[in-house]
């Protein structure tokens, strides 16, 4: 088992369409972090959540910590081509700084 | 400028040889880090290094061996090569140990 599971694993939209991707864990984090790779390329950092309950929001992309700080979401509004990539969530575990990558999203925009 | 540049992007070697991937980053970070991303795009943390100090070494076999000459170089040679080490290795650094990762373009490397 991954300790950071992402789903679903895959996800195929039209443009305009809202879409929501998630990250869980049974363990707690200090932080988890949100990256976006495109082909070719290596993840790009979008956000970092800190704080218990804690909403960001990256124009369209609106990230949530849970209170647990065991979990996250992210909620894009009116999906584009652009948005399409994989979306990978990272958190360090209390007590461990080692930074683990979840097992990420393959988002699919169709124009 | 790039910001952490590696190379070779693309490498297509013999089971058996030996190759090394160089990475460098100029942003003044002190840990550098080896990642390798499997066809299922998994990214799995190899090692990581802080101020030329290897600090992670997860379990990865003993052909895998990095070297960071300054902190602002950490090379990966593998020794051996396997058809199950055909993936993306991703070199990145940060700041500080838990702080934001800047990845490189990546090197695709085939064994075939």
């Known amino acids: 088992t991954q300790l950071l599971e992402q789903s679903p694993q895959f996800l195929s939209i039209q443009e305009g369409e809202n879409l929501t991707v998630y990250c869980n864990s049974s363990s707690v984090f200090s932080s988890l972090q949100w990256y976006r790779q495109e082909p070719g390329e290596g993840p790009v ?67 | ?32 880090y080896w990642y390798k991303q499997d066809s299922k795009k998994f990214l799995k943390i190899m090692f990581s290094y802080n101020n030329k100090e290897l600090i992670i070494n997860e379990t990865v076999p003993n052909r895998f061996s990095p070297k960071s000459p300054d902190k602002a170089h950490l090379n990966l040679h593998i020794n051996s090569l396997e058809l199950g080490d055909s993936a993306v290795y991703f070199c990145a650094s ?19």
């Open chain 1, 45 to 111: 950092l979008l956000v970092t959540v800190v704080t218990g309950g804690e909403v960001k929001k990256l124009k369209r992309l609106t990230f949530q910590f849970g209170d647990a700080r065991k979990d996250s979401s992210l909620h894009i509004t009116a999906a584009q081509p652009g948005d399409t990539g994989l979306y990978l969530c990272a958190g360090s575990p209390f007590g461990n700084e080692k930074l683990t990558f979840g097992t990420g999203t393959r988002l699919t925009i169709i124009p």
């Open chain 2, 1 to 32: 400028d790039t910001a952490v540049s590696q190379t070779p992007k693309y490498l297509v070697t013999q089971m058996g040889n030996d190759k090394s991937i160089k990475c460098e980053q100029n942003l003044g970070h002190d840990t550098m």
């Open chain 2, 94 to 112: 940060s700041r500080r140990a838990t702080g934001e990762l800047f990845f490189g373009e990546g090197s695709r490397l085939t064994v075939l």
